[in-house]
């Protein structure tokens, strides 16, 4: 059994129903002062779309500084290639000796030979990682930071391929 206030209330809603939809719909058709997020003219033209975009000048004291960090990971990254390829075969030796053997000894030492000769990377990547941080929320007319961009990502990659290789040569994975 219904009672009267909710039957009345039904009636009501049903009623006001389509009038709110109405106003509802009305509102979305109304100039409310808000952008419209129809294609303006100039995003669809070929003149756009061929200016050709604004170039920043180039700082050439970050641009010798980023050079400077390039080689600096370039010859940190060839210094690391040739201990890896020395600790190698101590490292095959020591994952097949028992822990604390002096095989195994030696192979531990290898592996922080191998660490330790990070260094220089990780070095230039803690520099570029700052000059990034740095130049990009620096007050003052833009730079171009293409280059700085560019060296970061390469001494990032060369770092993280290093660190693949000492986890590698850590689990005993060495063609020695």
């Not at 009305?26 to 808000?34: F, K, V």
């Not at 210094?79 to 994952?95: H, N, P, Y």
Request: charged share 15%.
């Amino acid at each position: 059994m219904t009672t009267e206030p909710t039957r009345f209330a039904r009636h009501a809603a049903a009623r006001l129903a389509p009038l709110l939809a109405a106003l509802g719909l009305a509102g979305c058709a109304a100039g409310n002062g808000y952008p419209s997020l129809a294609p303006r003219a100039v995003e669809g033209s070929a003149a756009a779309a061929a200016a050709p975009p604004q170039s920043a000048p180039t700082d050439p004291a970050l641009d010798a500084r980023v050079a400077s960090l390039a080689a600096q990971a370039a010859a940190g990254h060839a210094a690391f290639e040739k201990t890896a390829a020395q600790a190698c075969a101590g490292i095959a030796r020591g994952a097949r000796a028992a822990a604390g053997s002096e095989p195994w000894i030696a192979a531990q030492q290898a592996i922080s030979a191998l660490d330790a000769a990070r260094a220089p990377v990780l070095a230039a990547v803690a520099e570029l990682d700052r000059l990034v941080i740095e130049r990009g929320t620096a007050a003052g007319p833009a730079v171009d930071l293409s280059r700085l961009a560019a060296a970061q990502e390469r001494a990032s990659a060369i770092d993280m391929a290093e660190q693949a290789t000492v986890v590698t040569m850590s689990a005993g994975n060495c063609a020695g």
